[in-house]
């Protein structure tokens, strides 16, 4: 099986120096699937590119240990998947880790790269490919489940190898060695910065780990426990800060929350706790309400703020509540201040004038912050393909002057007054990718 990776950038040739594999030389390296053969087809400061060979014998896999294979002519030398993977892993994987003594800096930096596998799986290409801004070309050979596959991007290279090392044996179906416990971390390494976002994340673990349901449950849940379940963790991508997009949201409500100098505090929509672990820290916040109509997300909240061993005395500080944002529940009137933090955006925009009815007329605090993303700086990250919003459950996203025009027509209607706070770092066309409406109730008549 082969695949070949080229590059443009210029000099091309540092793709050597990145994969640690010198274009003037040839090189073999045995692996538990084979020999892997590194050689370089072009090699010069315009265009360079590599390409990975791999010698399986299928005999030897039938008579392996641990095989499941029992017929000795099949795909495996021939059609990339987890066998290919392996020798990814194993020949590239100082690359695949983002190591260079001798180019750190290129290392973490995007370079085009074209890469080609001629014989693939290719049903889920497109699928799991373009939302790690990839654009994918197929020639699909006959009637077959096999194709041509092209991807093209520009991408770091450790990260192009991550996607490589995760999507092919997702394609493929199968894997031809035991799946055990090691793959979860295997999975969540080099799925590190990505596959938490990504919108088929459940397919790509399931099929990762055979189907092994007690396996791709423990995946599930930690990579759960990585974005916070948050699905914005694609803002966690951002090149520029050390600290993580979705902190400094957080960081960003706790202070205006102070500044309002709330008490009682409700989290509208508050998923599966993340604001409500950071709310609990904080002992000024007296009573603090997290409201969804997820029963399932509320579980999942009681269970990462561990309620059954929390103190009785900060136990009794938080209440969870399952109820929809988009009905008017009495409840929930009379708190100091509310959050809805990455919730609009999820909301069909017929169902807006319901949310601002219950939340600004029957809930009604005197402090109301809402979040969301800022559309207009999603051009700036590189994994979004162009059109394309942040989450699959989106059913909108804002430019900043969207969001004024419905922040102040709610603020209008219902007595509010309204300002704006950018989240993120500020670009100076496009403002900060995440944009905050703080409503403070006016003086009643």
Same mark, same amino acid.
């Given at each position: 099986?082969?695949? &070949?990776? *080229? ?5 091309? /040739? ?7 594999? #010198? ?7 045995? $692996? ?16 360079? *590119? ?9 005999? +030897? ?8 294979? $029992? ?16 020798? %990814? ?5 100082? =690359? ?33 490919? &373009?939302? %790690? ?16 596959? *092209?991807?093209?991007? /520009? ?34 390494? +080099?799925?590190?910065?990505? %596959? ?13 780990? =055979? ?12 990579? +759960? ?30 202070? +205006?929350?102070?500044? !309002?100098? !709330? ?31 997820? !029963? ?40 100091? =201040? ?28 005197? &402090?109301?912050?809402?979040? $969301? ?9 590189? *994994? ?9 459950? #989106? ?5 900043? !002057? ?44």
């Amino acid at each position: 099986m082969l695949l &070949t990776m *080229t590059t443009t950038h210029q000099p091309a /040739t540092d793709l050597g120096h990145l994969l640690h594999k #010198h274009p003037d030389r040839a090189q073999s390296f045995t $692996t538990s699937s084979g020999v892997a053969h590194v050689f370089y087809p072009k090699a010069t400061n315009e265009e360079c *590119t590599v390409a990975l060979l791999l010698e399986v014998d299928p005999i +030897a896999l039938v008579r392996g240990p641990g095989s499941t294979l $029992t017929q000795y002519v099949n795909d495996r030398p021939y059609a990339a998947g987890s066998l290919l993977t392996v020798a %990814l892993g194993s020949v590239f994987r100082t =690359a695949m880790n983002g190591r260079s003594e001798s180019y750190p800096e290129l290392a973490q930096t995007p370079i085009p790269l074209v890469i080609r596998i001629p014989a693939l799986p290719h049903k889920l290409a497109e699928r799991l490919f &373009t939302p %790690l801004g990839w654009e994918v070309r197929i020639n699909e050979h006959g009637d077959s489940r096999y194709g041509d596959v *092209t991807l093209t991007g /520009t991408v770091k290279l450790s990260d192009a190898l991550k996607h490589l090392y995760v999507l092919l044996p997702v394609l493929d179906g199968g894997k031809h060695y035991w799946v055990a416990a090691d793959e979860v971390d295997k999975l969540l390494k +080099a799925g590190d910065g990505w %596959l938490a976002a990504h919108p088929d994340k459940e397919l790509i673990t399931t099929r990762y780990l =055979a189907r092994k349901r007690p396996l791709v449950l423990s995946a599930l849940e930690r990579l +759960a426990e990585v974005d916070e379940v948050e699905p914005e963790e694609l803002d966690n991508a951002l090149a520029e800060p050390k600290i993580s997009l979705a902190r400094q949201r957080k960081e960003a409500v706790i202070k +205006a929350l102070k500044e !309002a100098r !709330a008490k009682r505090v409700l989290d509208l929509g508050c998923g599966g706790g993340a604001l409500l672990r950071e709310l609990i820290t904080e002992p000024e916040f007296t009573e603090i309400h997290g409201v969804d109509v997820s !029963a399932k997300a509320l579980q999942e909240a009681a269970r990462k703020l561990r309620l059954d061993r929390m103190p009785d005395r900060t136990r009794e500080r938080i209440t969870l509540r399952q109820s929809a944002l988009t009905y008017a529940d009495t409840e929930l009137a009379g708190y100091d =201040a509310a959050v809805l933090m990455e919730v609009v955006e999820h909301v069909d925009p017929s169902r807006l004038p319901a949310l601002e009815h219950s939340v600004f007329a029957v809930a009604r605090p005197a &402090t109301v912050l809402v979040t $969301t993303p800022n559309v207009e700086y999603n051009a700036l990250f590189e *994994t979004l393909p162009a059109g394309q919003m942040r989450h699959s459950d #989106h059913r909108f996203e804002w430019t900043r !002057a969207e969001f004024a025009q419905w922040a102040e027509g709610v603020a209008s209607r219902r007595g509010y007054r309204v300002k704006y706070v950018g989240i993120g770092p500020e670009d100076a066309e496009r403002g900060a990718p995440t944009q905050m409406a703080v409503f403070s109730l006016g003086d009643e008549n």
